[in-house]
T-cell receptor
Framework: KAGVTQTPRYLIKTRGQQVTLSCSPISGHRSVSWYQQTPGQGLQFLFEYFSETQRNKGNFPGRFSGRQFSNSRSEMNVSTLELGDSALYLC?????????????FGEGSRLTVL | AQSVTQLGSHVSVSEGALVLLRCNYSSSVPPYLFWYVQYPNQGLQLLLKYTTGATLVKGINGFEAEFKKSETSFHLTKPSAHMSDAAEYFC?????????????FGKGTLLTVNP
């Protein structure tokens, strides 16, 4: 069974640009969550989608957005990039509707903003 | 609001020695508790979790953790460290019945295993 796939793995952007990151969950998983990981702030929850609906959102500005498609694949978008957006963006999927927190993480997309 | 404190951002042990990684949490209700491990350039992998029931939880790779409500702790242990255990370990909490999959993570503890 294939794991969570994130693309691209690495990317470099400049300030003011926008970026779209993609996540394909494990087959059969309908929940997709996104986390930002930085050395200073650690792992922070961005948002979570289930059956194309955003169920939860973390404390991030509106420049951060996401969506989920009918096949459960998800994308997140960051507009007007800032230097502080440089981070590892992790996607996680889960099968269960229950809040047991058993997430399966992808390897992440490492974004560098210059 | 929930929070997680991991004591020690860096722990170094010798191969074969006991591993003890500390985690304390703050939550208004008994939370669900998790330990995840992250190897270099990889995502996170679930080691073990506590939701309800037995407070001593066994996970993969010989790790275990004990939920102590009175101490609001969920420390991770392994009797004998192996070189392959070198990684970063994250403790996390979520609120039962709360926001699904909104985990609050600690800052992480980097485990180094010396030969």
């Amino acid at each position: 069974k294939a794991g969570v796939t994130q693309t691209p793995r690495y990317l470099i952007k400049t300030r003011g640009q926008q970026v779209t990151l993609s996540c394909s969950p494990i087959s059969g998983h309908r929940s997709v969550s996104w986390y930002q990981q930085t050395p200073g702030q650690g792992l922070q929850f961005l948002f979570e989608y289930f059956s194309e609906t955003q169920r939860n959102k973390g404390n991030f500005p509106g420049r951060f957005s996401g969506r989920q498609f009918s096949n459960s694949r998800s994308e997140m978008n960051v507009s007007t990039l800032e230097l502080g957006d440089s981070a590892l963006y992790l996607c996680a999927s889960s099968f269960s509707r229950a809040n047991t927190g058993e997430l399966f993480f992808g390897e992440g997309s490492r974004l560098t903003v210059l | 609001a929930q929070s997680v404190t991991q004591l020690g951002s860096h722990v170094s042990v010798s191969e074969g020695a006991l591993v003890l990684l500390r985690c304390n949490y703050s939550s208004s209700v008994p939370p669900y508790l998790f330990w995840y491990v992250q190897y270099p350039n990889q995502g996170l992998q679930l080691l073990l979790k506590y939701t309800t029931g037995a407070t001593l939880v066994k996970g993969i790779n010989g790790f275990e953790a004990e939920f102590k409500k009175s101490e609001t702790s969920f420390h991770l242990t392994k009797p004998s460290a192996h070189m392959s255990d070198a990684a970063e370990y994250f403790c996390a909490v979520s609120e039962p019945g709360g926001s699904n999959y909104k985990l609050t993570f600690g800052k992480g503890t980097l485990l180094t295993v010396n030969p």
